[in-house]
């Protein structure tokens, strides 16, 4: 398909062995969107299906979890303490008490009239954007949608037609929107104006059907190069921006979910992973499965996490919801 890079092995950078642990062996039932707060020097990871958002450590030490009220898929952190947060009933923000009980501000739901899809994937840009995708709960129908949700807890629908939203990342210079529909094999991507958040010119990124796996959640490093876990593919894979293979680093388990550069010099890709599609045949030869990963030693570093724009209490909309097309 024209657009699209494929894997050309002379285009595979010479790079280190890593060291990958697994520091936290949960399991997950679906593991998803580590992230890191460098104000706390902790990672956060939920686990979805479990409606348990984790903190822990780098090393995986100190592991904590707080419960919450529905099927959560994605979490973003907050200019405050708080985290922002994509759930099946919409966006909500959430305070995570010392009880281990998380309180969630409801904000609403974007699409309320879909009943069989939910929000999953989801990243804050540097802007203070938080930008989320549905899915369709069963993988059947492509009527799932992109949206942004702005500082004053309004939204709007950016792009639709998908049936799993997944991949979300920004490039570091802000101009470029990395995106998955991952049950159709396909990336994308757009141009972003970094201060509107207006996006256009859809293109196509990586056609993973040519590979082992698709891209789930993914990440970019600081030089610009797209981090992808290959779900059900036992491997992450660092792409250039042009799209083409330039590493695909196997990790223990055949479900690996999201990817995100963590720890205190930001050289750490923590991985999470899941076990809901597994049998219990498959489980005994996984034995990893489900759980969280770092790989170190790759020889790249992230970017800090960006922080959603909480609202002044003046700034917020009295009735949140969706902005005008």
């Known amino acids: ?17 890593p060291i990958i642990t697994c520091i936290w062996q949960g399991p997950a039932r679906l593991g998803e969107c580590p992230l890191w707060d460098a104000r706390q020097d902790r990672l ?15 090393d995986g030490r ?3 979890f707080w419960t919450v009220p529905d099927v959560i898929g994605s979490i973003g952190l907050c200019d405050d303490a708080r985290l922002i947060a994509g759930f099946r009933r919409g966006f909500g923000l959430v305070d995570l008490g010392p009880d281990g009980v998380a309180e969630v501000d409801w904000i609403g739901d974007p699409d309320p009239d879909q009943q069989d899809t939910r929000l999953n994937d989801g990243k804050v840009d540097r802007q203070g954007r938080f930008w989320c995708g549905s899915m369709n709960q069963d993988f059947s129908a492509p009527n799932a949608a992109l949206y942004r949700l702005e500082s004053d807890l309004g939204w709007s629908k950016i792009d639709d037609g998908f049936t799993v939203s997944n991949g979300i990342a920004f490039s570091p210079d ?3 929107l990395y ?27 990586i056609d993973t059907s040519v590979y082992d796996g ?19 593919g036992n491997a992450v894979a660092q792409f250039s921006p042009e799209g083409a293979l330039l590493r695909r680093i196997p990790v223990p388990t055949r479900c690996p979910t999201m990817c995100s550069f963590g720890g205190p010099e930001l050289d750490v890709l923590f991985v999470t992973s899941a076990t809901f599609l597994l049998s219990d045949a498959d489980r005994a030869q ?18 800090e996490e960006p922080r959603f724009k909480t609202p002044a209490p003046h700034m917020r909309r009295d009735e949140p919801g969706r902005k005008p097309d």
């Not at 995106?179 to 990124?205: N, V």
């Not at 996984?286 to 970017?303: Q, S, T």
């Open 286 to 303: 996984d034995r990893m499965a489900g759980g969280l990963f770092a790989i170190e030693g790759l020889g790249v570093r992230g970017l």
């Open 179 to 205: 995106f998955s529909d991952s049950r159709k094999d396909r990336s994308y991507r757009y141009d972003l104006d970094p201060i509107t958040g207006a996006i256009s010119a859809r293109r196509p990124f």
């Open 214 to 232: 698709r891209i789930d959640g993914a990440t970019v490093d600081s030089q610009g190069h797209y981090w992808g876990a290959l779900f059900e």
């Open 174 to 176: 802000d101009r470029t």
């Open 1 to 17: 398909m024209a657009g699209i890079a494929r894997h050309d092995a002379s285009s595979i950078a010479a790079a280190p062995e």
């Open 44 to 58: 956060f990871w939920i686990d979805s299906l479990a409606r348990r958002i984790w903190s822990a450590r780098a």
């Open 62 to 64: 100190d592991a904590r």
